[in-house]
């Protein structure tokens, strides 16, 4: 009789787990969600993830981390930094990541509503909608995570690598105020005869302002190893360089190149390192702190 109940204890086990993998049950990052908010304006709608933080109160005002390029850049985002936030080695903040245009091409999504010109590469498709992506955001997706949850209106983050490391330029230099923070990730400086290094040196910043930039490029970024034609690893030197010329004595700025990174692998170490030096508790210093309202 004891054997009969442990045969059928074992066939009720792999039953169960079979039934289990039958069902095939996703895995989900903790405190997300995905929703989809509409770019009215221009009759689109980008589906928006968000995370909250570990400790989330509705009395507590929190940082918002928000990145582009989000089915990749999320995952990766939040769970660089989950180990030092559970660990109270990092503050906790909240994440939103903006997705593509829904129904339409990742690819081609990116190249139009990240670059501010066309570029000759791909002159037959569509670009140079920054500026109506800019405005989406500022005006769409920051209004409702502000009035949804408990946020620091003047301590936002952005994280973009690749065209979204360009896209950040093109925020900082026509919203400054937008953002406190950036994670700049292997930047697209090439994109359009580097029209952002001449939109840069058109542009000029107010003395007030108070950001902090952090720029990160894979050493393997360069002509003869990763890219075939453009110095990824110059040309955003060149940009940081230029920020941190200016005379903007509130501002701090820090860039790094990463030993044995190309275009592919870089971001994973850019987001890891950038959020530790924005928001770190180990250093005191003060830059995850927000800002006064301008």
Not at 19 to 45: C, G, T, Y
Request: net charge neutral; proline share 7%.
């Amino acid at each position: 009789m004891r054997l009969i109940k442990i045969y059928t204890g074992i066939l009720l086990w792999l039953f169960a787990g079979n039934l289990l993998a039958d069902q095939k049950i996703p895995f989900e990052l903790p405190r997300s969600e995905v929703i989809s908010i509409p770019d009215r304006k221009n009759d689109r709608v980008y589906e928006i993830h968000i995370q909250l933080p570990a400790k989330y109160q509705e009395d507590k005002k929190y940082p918002v981390v928000y990145m582009t390029d989000s089915p990749y850049t999320f995952p990766i985002v939040t769970g660089a930094a989950r180990y030092p936030v559970n660990n109270e080695r990092m503050r906790d903040v909240m994440f939103v990541g903006i997705s593509w245009q829904t129904g339409y091409s990742p690819a081609a999504s990116r190249r139009r509503d990240y670059t501010p010109t066309v570029d000759a590469l791909w002159a037959n498709d569509p670009a140079a909608e920054a500026d109506k992506h800019l405005e989406f955001i500022r005006n769409e997706v920051i209004p409702y995570i502000d009035t949804r949850f408990s946020t620091e209106i003047t301590n936002r983050t952005y994280v973009g690598n690749s065209l979204g490391g360009l896209f950040g330029f093109y925020i900082l230099l026509n919203n400054p105020y937008l953002f406190k923070n950036y994670v700049i990730g292997s930047p697209s400086v090439w994109w359009g005869e580097k029209h952002i290094l001449a939109a840069e040196a058109k542009t000029k910043l107010p003395a007030d302002l108070a950001v902090n930039i952090f720029i990160a490029v894979g050493a393997d970024e360069i002509p003869g190893r990763d890219s075939p034609k453009n110095d990824m690893v110059g040309q955003a030197r060149e940009m940081f360089d230029r920020l941190k010329a200016r005379d903007l004595k509130n501002s701090k700025f820090e860039m790094r190149v990463i030993e044995h990174a190309n275009h592919a692998t870089a971001f994973p170490v850019t987001s890891a390192q950038g959020l530790w030096w924005l928001f770190n508790n180990d250093t005191g210093d003060k830059r995850g702190v927000a800002n006064p309202a301008p």
